[in-house]
Every structure is written in structure tokens, then in C-alpha cells.
């Protein structure tokens, strides 16, 4: 038995050893136990948070079923995101077409909910039985006066990454359908981040105090009404670009609006998404604000992490997380707490995420694309790692392996972000890399 | 309040379900595959389906799961996943070496036409099975039944696949299992040792899905039946098969392709229906019932005799799968509780059926319902009309539980809230035990929490 499989030779460097470019954004060989998931898994999540929306999926009761609130993104208001919705596809509707079975649900569901927006989110079985969800989803909006929004998410058209595009697609047709409201002098967009743990709640008070307003976030504690005139915003803030970029580049194009691609996670990134959305405004009182802020923030927790760097201080971390660009942050946060990374991967990473990952991390540190249990198992092991950071096929991997591990991923439940999310990341990888539990196990 | 858009009134629904009481077939088939040892499940469709499988499963044991995937794209959808499936099996023998590839279709793979049996057939022909190694494949059309379909159809697949006659009898009994907890397949082998059954139990979780801690990432744990314990079952001298949608199809083949008779029980949960099921053991393996399990018996019944007044009349609302639920009831009733309410998404006509025949004469006093349209949604409607005094099902019923006010008891699957459940059976007697004492803890502790001072008792 060959140990990787092997095609996968150019998706795996280890920096200082290996000469070539990371091959990534490709298919997965059929036969692997991927981490990966699919298109309908990304416009699910991305959308899920728009929480006075109705979601309905199209398709067998499966894909409804296993993304029924699992994203854990809280809603201030509206709970009608958390119940799950579905046509429950059956025999005869795959033999017959499910388009009127899909009509009937959504008359139903309107009448009875009376929703902000409906989204509509096609499956595999749905692509391929060839029902039109475009034409019923505009017969409904024509009678009912719902935008009803088709999601073009069959799960087999690519990746999570063509997901991502496909509720962008659908987010773009409710952005600008407001055009009279009136913008605060100061208005921003945060498009990508999901409000996991209630970190959209955090940020929205920081960019109050400097003096700045959240016109809309998406998705995170997402409503319709906000999606409608988001048009109007000065700037977009873009957190998770692997699932926004689209919109950010597309609102750039329509309406001018400039973005910028920032992370909330770790001191370092926090204080620069602060400083960059005062710079845009070029009002001196703005980045007055924000230094103040920042440097009132770091003054507090500067000597709450310390405990908690001391005890961390020299252990290695491996991350194994959805897009690329969280891990950059990830790595630059786990310094902070005197870690080293010594393997970094992702599912759908780019190559600019990549080879910024390689600039960064040190030598001997293993780059993976695309990766499976065998081999995160294996890197893990050769790099003496003690904590893995991944999401919710990883834990018990790591668990098994007598590591200690923090969820970034849908498990979350620690909010992350800011200042605050930095002392309590410090403290979830202290907890489990620290806990004695591990004194149990012979490795 | 995370359901205040259910409404009391009951909405004709023709065409929705709202909150589903069921998921789609190929998590049981993959499920079941994990039962046998050295087996690497395969999803044939797009990576969405085996990666929502493995997260489900494994938010549910708290366990590493393995499953591979025929990862389709648009082509194979246009073009057939013939090709994504020979080429899955030769990568997994050389890279994840199984002894067996356990192969389930998904939705997508079905209505495009793809026979996974001639699949299968052409890449032994083209030698991409190593000799001493298996691919053993299922239909699972995620718009056909439930889960537990699912788990039958695999299971039933894993028996015809390995199940051969020969002229040796053996004095073993074949024990079929149902969709239970890892803990409840150690808990069906302690009882047959304890009989002093040889019983081939498969599939067999344990030690797979709570395997012990090592320190070792370990793509196959040690758990799981063995492929000659598979073959052996047709020279077993009678089939015990138990939980009628997960095994019946199982049971049927082992009689038809081996000749081995079967008893088709239900999960033996509760005093009855364990009662039949040792009797059934008993006669099978030709042994009489050790006095060891009428003491453990003998326990479960002195338990509720010490606390039967505090079951009396209290209204139940209940959902999960047929299996679980039938016996549940007619343990429920046997408690002199009220299983006001019942919904299972599985569809089956035999369940009314069997309802009837559990509730006799109290048939009014339940309102049930599976298959289509029944959901948590409609469930819900009808504990809205009048209240329950406890709920049983899996996680999902947090969302009721909560709104209403109501105990609630996690029984079933997925339970992705609180952990332990897949390390005590609720098999058996003593399994029996261990639901009362959850039942009794919670009628307690919501008594206690909700006695003004004066009437708050020590002594319960």
C-alpha cells in the first residue's frame, strides 16, 4: 500500500525541501476520503444566515436534513432560517419532474410565512431531472410580489468554492433593489463574515466606537431589507473572500464601491481592518478613534493572553480549514501565542493564499492542498504537532492521535474575532493542548 | 422561542416537509458498512453526500469516520460514473487498502442510470479486486424510504455478498441488527454469551464507533464483523433478526440464498419485547434462559414497581424510527404512560399495522403517523392542541422541547448535544433500566423545578 495517492505528489510541499509551486484548485481523485463537500454545502452556508429568508431545499430530504442548522450563525431577531424546509423528492417526482411539487411547497410556505425573500436551492437530483427552478421561482415572485431566488447549487457542478458563486449570484439580485434609503456619512458593508458565536456583534461595536456604520453584513445576522440597500455603502469590508470575492467585485463594478480584504482574527489583522476603514474615509477623527481603540483593546489583552502564551510558548500547530485565507491569520495568531505551525492546508485554497502561506511559515513546515485522514495523519506525526485546527471530520482524527484541538470552522463555539476572540483563542487551545487528559495516553 | 412559526392549526400540506423526522438512505449504508471489519464504505456520487455522511455520523459517536467517494463532476453526471468508480477502486486498494470496499449509490448516481452491479462485475473482470479482497455495492436512491432503508439495503448486501452453505452446520445463531448504538451491539453480544449462544452479530459497531483511545489514528479499529463470521452465517442453524426495517431484507436472504430460517423480532427494548427476543435466542441456540438474565429481568421490573405511580397517565410525544418506536410504545404502555403522539419520517405500511396491534384497545388515544409529511413540524401542531409530559427522540426535538416546556429525552439519532449515548445500551433489560431511570430523572427533576416551596418534596 503507497501511502498518498499519486497524483496528489504536486499538491503536497514542504517548504525548504521542495522545489515546485503548490498545485491546488483542482478536482479530487475519485477514490479519496476528501474533507471537501459540495456545490449546494457552499451557497448553503453562505445563505443559511439571512435569518427572515426562507430557505427551501429542492431535492431528496438528505441535503435538507444534514444542513439543518449546523452552521451555528446566531440571529439577533428572526429565527425563520433554523427550521429546514424541503420538497422531499420521492420516486415518482424524479420519474415525473418535481417543478409543480416545487410551486405547490412555495405557495404554501409564502401563504403561511409571509417571508422577506424565499431562496430556492437546487440539488444534484434537481440538475438532473432538468426541473426549471428559474421559471418557478419567477412565476412565484410575479404572483406573490416575494423575490423568490433561485439557487443554482446542483451538488455535483463543481466544488464548495462554485457554492459560494452560486448564493453570490443570488445575493446580487436583492443588492440594489432598495435605492432610497439614505446612507450614514460613514457606512460600511462586511460581506463573509457569518456571525459564528455572535462575532459580526463584536466587530459592529468596534466600528461603532470608531465612529463607522454597518449598513450590512453578509450573511451573518443577515435580513433581507439590509441586502436591499447595501448599494449604498461607502466601502466593503471583506472578511471570508474565498465565499464573497464575487460580490465585492461585482458591487465594484455596478456601483462603484471600492473593497478591501481584511481578517478580524488575531491582534495584528484586527488592528489593520480597524486602521484600513479609517484610512478609506481619510477622516483624521476616524483613525484617531481607531488608535485609541486598538491601543485601548491590546492594553487589556496583552496581559490576559500571557498566562496562557507561557504555557503554549514552543508548541506546534497543524490547521486543516476550509479556504486558505483563514489559515494566514491562523498562523500570525498562533506566533502571537509563541506556537510555531508546522502544517497548514486547506480544501479549496488558491494560489495566492498558498504562496503567501509559504512566505510566511517556517522552514519544514508541510503545505497541503485538497488533504485526507491518512495524510494528515501522517504530517501531524512527522511534525510533532500538538494541536490541530480544523472542523468537524478532523476532530476525532486529532483526538485519536492524543492532540489537542479548536474548531474554525461551523463547530465553532467560541467567537473568534477581535480582540476579545483572540483571549479566547488563546484560551480553547490552552484548554485542549494543556488539558491533562493527554497524560493518558501513550502515543 | 426558535419554532414560534409552527402554528396550532394543522395546514394542509401537500407537497413539504417542515423539520424531517428522517434523512436520506445512504448514511445507513454507510453506517452499516462501518459494522464489518476492514471495510472502507464508498458514496457513489458528489462529495457533498459523503461529506455530510461522515460529519453526521460523526457529530453522533464522537468517532473518526472513514468513507471514500466517487467524487462526481459534471461529466460523470453526463457521461455515466462508470469511470469515477473503476478508478476510485483501484485507488482505494493501493492507497487505503480495506479488506472490503461496501459501495452505496446516492440519488444523483441512480437517475443517471448508473448499474453499480455491472460496475462492480467489469472491475473484477479487469482484475482491479486483489485476490482475498471484496467490493460488495447497494442501491440507496436517497428518494426511496429513509436511512434505515438504507442500512437495510447494505446490510441485506453484506450478507448475500458473504453468506455461503456448506455441508458443515455450525451451532451458531446469525443475529441481525437494527439501526442501535455501538453500545447496544456489546450489549446484544454480552447477552448472547450470557446464554451461551454462539451468535454471529452483524453488523457490529462496537469497537469501531467507540473504539478506545490508543494514540493511534486507526483507519480500521478493531471492531466489526470479520468476513469468515460473515460467511459462516449460512451454516448457522437459525437467523434472529431484529428491528423489521432494518433487517427484514437480511433475514429473507439468509433463508432463501442458505436455507437458514428466521425469527423477525422487534428491537428488543423494554420487558416484552426483550422478553420475546431470550425467548427467541433460547429456542434458537436450543438453550434454556440462564437465571442470571431473569435476575436482570427480575431488576427491571422491581424498578418499576418501586416507581410505577409516578408513570401513571403521563402523556408522551415520540419520534424516530419504526423499530425504536414500536417496542417504545409498548414499553410505555407497559409503564401505564401514554404515547400520545407519534411520527416517524420512514414510510412502511406495516407500522399502522403494528400500532394497532401494540395499542389494542387504546388505539384512541394515540395520534401517528409516518412516511410522507410526517415531520417535527406536524408533531409539533399536535402537542400545540395538548401539551405531553415528555418528548423522546433525537436531538432535534431540543426546538420543542424548548419552546414548550416539556422533559426531553435524546433517543435515537443524530444526538449531537450530549455525548454518552453510544456508550449505554438501551437494549435489554438492562438497557430497559437505563430508560427509566433517564424517564424517572426527568419527571423528577421537572417536578423539583417546577413545585412551588411548600410542595417541594426530599423524599420523592
Given amino acids: ?443 | 422561542m426558535l419554532l414560534r412559526h409552527t402554528t396550532e392549526k394543522e395546514i394542509d400540506r401537500k407537497a413539504l416537509t417542515i423539520n424531517p423526522a428522517k434523512t436520506c438512505q445512504p448514511v445507513g449504508a454507510m453506517y452499516a458498512a462501518l459494522g464489518v471489519h476492514g471495510c472502507l464504505p464508498h458514496s457513489h456520487g458528489s462529495q457533498g453526500c459523503c461529506s455530510y455522511h461522515r460529519s453526521a455520523l460523526t457529530r453522533h459517536y464522537k468517532e473518526p469516520v472513514m468513507a471514500a467517494t466517487s467524487s462526481f463532476t459534471e461529466g460523470s453526471s453526463v457521461f455515466g460514473g462508470q469511470a469515477n468508480l473503476l478508478q476510485a477502486i483501484g485507488t482505494i486498494f493501493s492507497v487505503y487498502d480495506p479488506d472490503i470496499i461496501a459501495v452505496h449509490s446516492t440519488c444523483l448516481s441512480e437517475t443517471i442510470g448508473d448499474d453499480l452491479k455491472q460496475i462492480v462485475a467489469k472491475a473484477n473482470a479487469d482484475g482491479k479486486v486483489p485476490d482475498g479482497k471484496h467490493v460488495i455495492e447497494a442501491s440507496t436512491p436517497s428518494y426511496v424510504g429513509s436511512h434505515v432503508t438504507g442500512y437495510h439495503n447494505m446490510l441485506q448486501s453484506i450478507v448475500q455478498h458473504f453468506a455461503i452453505k456448506t455441508d458443515e452446520a455450525k451451532r451458531q445463531v446469525n443475529l441481525l441488527a437494527g439501526w442501535v448504538e455501538p453500545s447496544d451491539m456489546r450489549e446484544l453480544k454480552r447477552i448472547s454469551k450470557m446464554m451461551g449462544i454462539k451468535t454471529v452479530l452483524v453488523p457490529d459497531t462496537s469497537d469501531v464507533l467507540d473504539a478506545p483511545m490508543t494514540g493511534k489514528f486507526e483507519m480500521y479499529p478493531k471492531g466489526g464483523t470479520t468476513i469468515p463470521e460473515l460467511v459462516s452465517m449460512g451454516d448457522s442453524m437459525k437467523t434472529v433478526a431484529i428491528g423489521e426495517w432494518a433487517t427484514k431484507g437480511a433475514a429473507i436472504a439468509l433463508d432463501n440464498n442458505c436455507k437458514v430460517p428466521f425469527d423477525m423480532l422487534d428491537l428488543p427494548i423494554g420487558v416484552k419485547a426483550t422478553d420475546r427476543f431470550i425467548m427467541s435466542l433460547s429456542k434458537a441456540g436450543a438453550v434454556a434462559v440462564p437465571e442470571e438474565i431473569d435476575r436482570e429481568r427480575g431488576r427491571l421490573v422491581d424498578m418499576i414497581t418501586d416507581m410505577h405511580q409516578y408513570f401513571y397517565g403521563k402523556r408522551v410525544a415520540l419520534f424516530g424510527d419504526p423499530d425504536q418506536l414500536l417496542p417504545l410504545c409498548e414499553f410505555l404502555l407497559d409503564l401505564d404512560m401514554v404515547p400520545a403522539y407519534v411520527v416517524s419520517g420512514t414510510p412502511g405500511k406495516t407500522f399502522g399495522k403494528r400500532m394497532k396491534e401494540i395499542f389494542g384497545d387504546k388505539i384512541d388515544q394515540v395520534k401517528f403517523k409516518n412516511g410522507a409529511n410526517a415531520d417535527m413540524f406536524q408533531l409539533h401542531q399536535w402537542i400545540k392542541q395538548e401539551g405531553v409530559d415528555l418528548l423522546i427522540g433525537n436531538t432535534y426535538g431540543k426546538y420543542i422541547a424548548l419552546d414548550e416546556k416539556i422533559p426531553f429525552l435524546r433517543m435515537g439519532f443524530p444526538i449531537v448535544d450530549r455525548v454518552g449515548h453510544s456508550y449505554f445500551p438501551t437494549l435489554g433489560y438492562m438497557g430497559g433500566i437505563r430508560i427509566l431511570e433517564k424517564i424517572l430523572d426527568l419527571l423528577m427533576q421537572y417536578q423539583d423545578e417546577n413545585s412551588p416551596e411548600e410542595k417541594v418534596e426530599l423524599v420523592m
Fill in chain 1, 1 to 443: 500500500m503507497s501511502k498518498y495517492i499519486k497524483d496528489r505528489t504536486p499538491q503536497i510541499v514542504t517548504i525548504g525541501e521542495d522545489q515546485h509551486d503548490l498545485a491546488c484548485e483542482k478536482k479530487s481523485a475519485a477514490g479519496s476520503v476528501s474533507q471537501r463537500a459540495c456545490v449546494f454545502c457552499g451557497s448553503r452556508v453562505v445563505l443559511y444566515p439571512i435569518a427572515d429568508a426562507l430557505h427551501l431545499v429542492h431535492g431528496p430530504i438528505g441535503c435538507a436534513a444534514y444542513t439543518w442548522d449546523i452552521r451555528g450563525a446566531m440571529s439577533s431577531g428572526p429565527q425563520l432560517h433554523r427550521l429546514s424546509f424541503s420538497t422531499d423528492l420521492r420516486e415518482k417526482d424524479v420519474v415525473f419532474g418535481g417543478e409543480k411539487k416545487l410551486y405547490s411547497a412555495l405557495t404554501e410556505l409564502i401563504e403561511s410565512y409571509k417571508p422577506e425573500a424565499v431562496f430556492i436551492y437546487s440539488t444534484c437530483i434537481v440538475g438532473v431531472i432538468g426541473d426549471d427552478v428559474e421559471a418557478v421561482a419567477r412565476r412565484l415572485s410575479n404572483e406573490t410580489g416575494v423575490d423568490v431566488l433561485p439557487v443554482m447549487s446542483e451538488g455535483f457542478k463543481g466544488t464548495k468554492k462554485d457554492g459560494y458563486k452560486a448564493a453570490c449570484d443570488a445575493l446580487m439580485k436583492l443588492v440594489g433593489t432598495d435605492d432610497n434609503y439614505l446612507p450614514p456619512k460613514y457606512s460600511i458593508n462586511i460581506l463573509g463574515d457569518f456571525n459564528l458565536a455572535g462575532e459580526l456583534w463584536i466587530l459592529a461595536e468596534y466600528y461603532k466606537r470608531i465612529g463607522v456604520e454597518i449598513i450590512a453584513c453578509l450573511t451573518g445576522d443577515g435580513r433581507v431589507e439590509q441586502v436591499r440597500k447595501c448599494h449604498k455603502a461607502s466601502l466593503n469590508v471583506v472578511q471570508c473572500s474565498g465565499s464573497m470575492m464575487h460580490v465585492a467585485k461585482e458591487m465594484e463594478k455596478k456601483y462603484d464601491i471600492p473593497f478591501k480584504k481584511v481578517s478580524y482574527f488575531g491582534i495584528e489583522d484586527m488592528s489593520d481592518a480597524l486602521y484600513e476603514v479609517a484610512q478609506h474615509f481619510n477622516d483624521p477623527e476616524l483613525m484617531a478613534n481607531a488608535r485609541t481603540l486598538v491601543s485601548e483593546e491590546i492594553a487589556k489583552l496583552i496581559p490576559a493572553l500571557q498566562p496562557y502564551r507561557q504555557k503554549l510558548e514552543g508548541k506546534k500547530a497543524a490547521i486543516y480549514v476550509g479556504g486558505a485565507f483563514k489559515a494566514i491569520s491562523l498562523v500570525k495568531a498562533l506566533r502571537l501565542l509563541g506556537m510555531q505551525t508546522v502544517v497548514v492546508g486547506s480544501q479549496t485554497g488558491n494560489k495566492d493564499d498558498y504562496n503567501l502561506l509559504q512566505k510566511i511559515c517556517d522552514k519544514g513546515t508541510v503545505i497541503v492542498d485538497d488533504s485526507n485522514p491518512n495524510e494528515l495523519s501522517d504530517f501531524v506525526k512527522q511534525t510533532g504537532a500538538d494541536l490541530f485546527i480544523g472542523g468537524v471530520k478532523e476532530r476525532p482524527i486529532a483526538y485519536k492521535l492524543g492532540l489537542g484541538f479548536c474548531d474554525h470552522n461551523h463547530e465553532r463555539k467560541e467567537a473568534l474575532a477581535g480582540f476579545v476572540g483572540m483571549l479566547n483563542f488563546a484560551k480553547e487551545v490552552y484548554a485542549s493542548v494543556c488539558s491533562p487528559v493527554w497524560k493518558f495516553i501513550q502515543k
